[in-house]
């Protein structure tokens, strides 16, 4: 963590790495789900393992866990709206093709970007404020809302069905994950990111424990393929986190962090090769057009 810092291009193709890790956590869960497991034990098993590789790392780096009392009160609240948020992602991954699910939750900057506006007075900038509807039409045609594609239902009403749900979580979630960010920048932005994980994992993986073992909310993998996959789940997200930890420091430009939107990207493709779940090329035109007024609402930002 003391060493100099990395190359611009290195950081950038380490963020892709990391989010093409990010996206595999993702494609596991559906695995997983696809196999007897549900949303609660992913949720449960996810936040488990980070907490013990986020635990390690500060363990490793000798890092003081000495935390104000109001300082935790609010980490944790943190935590559970990142729980709900979890909670949702996952439920929106069991229900719609991956890539969609991602691509619904990746419009977050732009929540962020509209809060700020609302309650700090932060206005956007011109290209911002272009990208915002852009990214809301190229979600439109990514998710096939008029059913056009052939890919699934037709019509309106077919393809809302179809999907409606689905969407409606994935939506959630970039709410609350917004949410919490924007919480974060006002109470925690002092905070080593590193205990702002901790604090953030151990509410989850604690709530959910103890909260699932009480009503008997989990349901677990029924055969070595969903327990495989429930693993590499855990694995594929706590090392993407930790990485982030190691790469982070080392970057000096801020906006190279645009680069992790390269996860649905990522997904999209995992999603075609491992889960067979096929997007007509309309609908890859709609991701590529959310992708890139995501990117030129981030490279907006200072």
């Known amino acids: 963590m003391q060493s100099k810092p990395i190359s611009r291009w290195l950081g950038i193709l380490l963020l892709v790495f990391i989010s093409i890790v990010f996206g595999s956590n993702h494609i596991a869960a559906r695995f997983a789900f696809e196999h007897g497991a549900n949303v609660a034990t992913a949720v449960a098993f996810r936040s488990s393992a980070a907490l013990i590789f986020v635990l390690v790392l500060l363990l490793a780096n000798r890092v003081s866990f000495a935390l104000p009392g109001a ?18 992602i996952f439920s929106a991954v069991a229900r719609i093709p991956v890539a969609l699910a991602l691509l619904a939750f990746n419009t977050y900057p732009i929540v962020i970007a509209l809060v700020a506006w609302r309650l700090d007075g932060v206005r956007p900038t011109w290209l911002a404020l272009i990208a915002m509807p852009v990214a809301f039409a190229g979600l439109a ?12 239902a037709t019509g309106f009403v077919g393809r809302w069905d179809e999907i409606g749900v689905g969407v409606l979580y994935a939506c959630g979630a970039s709410l609350l994950f917004s949410a919490a960010m924007y ?9 080593d990111g590193r205990l702002r994980t901790l604090l953030a994992t151990s509410t989850i993986a604690v709530v959910m424990l103890a ?13 070595g393929t969903g327990w495989l996959a429930l693993a590499l789940m855990g694995l594929c997200y706590s090392a993407a986190v ?42 890859i035109a709609g991701a590529a057009i959310v992708i890139g007024a995501i990117l030129a609402l981030s490279a907006g930002k200072k």
């Not at 096939?144 to 890919?151: E, Q």
């Not at 919480?183 to 905070?191: F, I, M, Y």
């Not at 989990?218 to 055969?223: E, T």
């Not at 190279?256 to 309309?282: C, D, K, S, T, Y």
């Open 211 to 223: 909260g699932g073992t009480l009503v008997g909310a989990f349901s677990f993998p029924v055969d």
């Open 71 to 88: 300082t935790r009160v609010r980490g944790a609240l943190i935590g559970l709206l990142l729980l709900l948020q979890s909670y949702c």
């Open 141 to 152: 045609i990514a998710l096939d809302v008029g059913g056009w594609s052939g890919v699934g």
């Open 183 to 191: 919480l974060t920048t006002r109470w925690l932005k002092d905070v």
């Open 242 to 283: 930790t990485s982030l930890f190691v790469v982070l420091p080392k970057i000096g430009v801020v906006s190279n962090l645009a680069a992790l939107n390269f996860e649905p990207i990522a997904v999209l493709v995992m999603g075609w090769v491992l889960l067979g779940q096929r997007m007509a090329p309309p609908q």
